[in-house]
């Protein structure tokens, strides 16, 4: 079994900056891509960035240039730093791990205030 707990969370201002982390324990031989997803309230689950094991990153539109993923594979754990926070940043953050089938956190909400 593989656990992924999530941190980092919280209310910022708008253009304020946050950091994501994503730990990912338990039954881990390798982990293969990992990234984010967001949801916000009324709206679909919409992927934010991915990285793979390489380190190739992608990001959605709406966040490349401001957001930036990456992973210390020696932790087993996934960063999103996120900068220049708008409010429609505002949603609650998943984190996955593809490990030997896709593992999901819990959830950390962000909340950005105009």
């Known amino acids: 079994q593989v656990q992924l707990v999530e941190s980092g969370g919280g209310l910022v201002q708008a253009g304020g900056s946050l950091t994501l982390s994503c730990a990912a324990s338990?039954?881990?031989?390798?982990?293969?891509?990992m990234g984010w997803y967001r949801q916000a309230p009324g709206k679909q689950r919409e992927l934010v960035a991915t990285?793979?094991?390489?380190?190739?990153?992608t990001y959605a539109d709406s966040v490349r240039g401001r957001f930036t993923i990456s992973r210390d594979n020696a932790k087993n754990t996934v960063y999103l730093q996120m900068n220049s926070l708008k409010p429609e940043d505002t949603a609650v953050y998943y984190c996955?791990?593809?490990?030997?089938?896709?593992?999901w956190g819990q959830g950390t909400q962000v909340t950005v205030s105009s």
């Open positions: 996955y791990s593809d490990v030997y089938r896709r593992y």
């Open positions: 990285i793979l094991s390489g380190g190739y990153t």
């Open positions: 338990g039954s881990i031989f390798r982990i293969n891509d």
